[in-house]
């Protein structure tokens, strides 16, 4: 059963700008751990790229606050959601800290498309009450 819906589309621009004026640590605030890896290595091989990456990811994290109907508010926070991808390089969510517990105690499972186009990021995130389409949630398993 579904029970929420969101998302979110940015115009890169505006991340990009908000990133080179807090000189970086935007993407230091709102990635994951994992992420953070994966937005370094994109960034060392491509610029454009990179940004690209943290932009969807920020999509996403918006995208799926709306979903849950908590917006950025515990135990909803920038680095407890991570988009990673599987081999196949699907996105999938991974979360952590007190957001784990409440995704676990509900039951839910979010389904998260990211996309860029031009200069803009989009995700779309549905959260659904029961079994999985993706079972495994460890990070180890997914690539940049």
Same mark, same amino acid.
Request: zero cysteines; aromatic letters at 8%.
């Given at each position: 059963?579904?029970?929420?819906?969101?998302?979110?589309?940015?115009?890169?621009?505006?991340?990009?700008? &908000? =990133?080179?004026? *807090?000189?970086?640590?935007l993407? %230091?605030?709102?990635?994951?751990?994992?992420e !953070?890896?994966?937005?370094h290595?994109?960034?060392?091989r491509?610029?454009?790229?990179?940004? &690209? =990456?943290?932009? *969807?990811?920020?999509?996403?994290? %918006?995208?799926?606050?709306?979903a849950?109907? !908590?917006?950025?508010?515990?135990?909803?926070?920038?680095?407890?959601?991570?988009?990673?991808?599987?081999?196949?390089?699907?996105?999938?969510?991974?979360?952590?800290?007190?957001?784990?517990?409440?995704?676990e105690?509900?039951?839910?499972?979010?389904?998260?498309?990211?996309?860029?186009?031009?200069?803009?990021?989009?995700?779309?995130?549905?959260?659904?009450?029961?079994?999985?389409?993706?079972?495994?949630?460890?990070?180890?398993?997914?690539?940049?």
């Amino acid at each position: 059963m579904i029970v929420g819906i969101g998302t979110d589309i940015l115009q890169m621009e505006r991340l990009i700008a &908000a =990133y080179e004026r *807090t000189q970086g640590r935007l993407a %230091e605030r709102i990635l994951g751990k994992e992420e !953070l890896v994966v937005f370094h290595q994109r960034l060392a091989r491509n610029q454009k790229r990179g940004m &690209a =990456y943290l932009a *969807t990811r920020f999509a996403a994290k %918006e995208a799926f606050s709306k979903a849950i109907g !908590l917006g950025m508010r515990m135990p909803m926070t920038w680095r407890s959601l991570q988009t990673l991808n599987e081999p196949s390089g699907k996105p999938v969510t991974h979360y952590s800290g007190p957001l784990a517990l409440f995704m676990e105690e509900r039951d839910w499972h979010a389904e998260v498309t990211v996309s860029d186009e031009q200069d803009m990021a989009i995700a779309f995130v549905v959260v659904s009450h029961g079994t999985p389409i993706v079972t495994t949630h460890d990070p180890s398993n997914y690539i940049g």
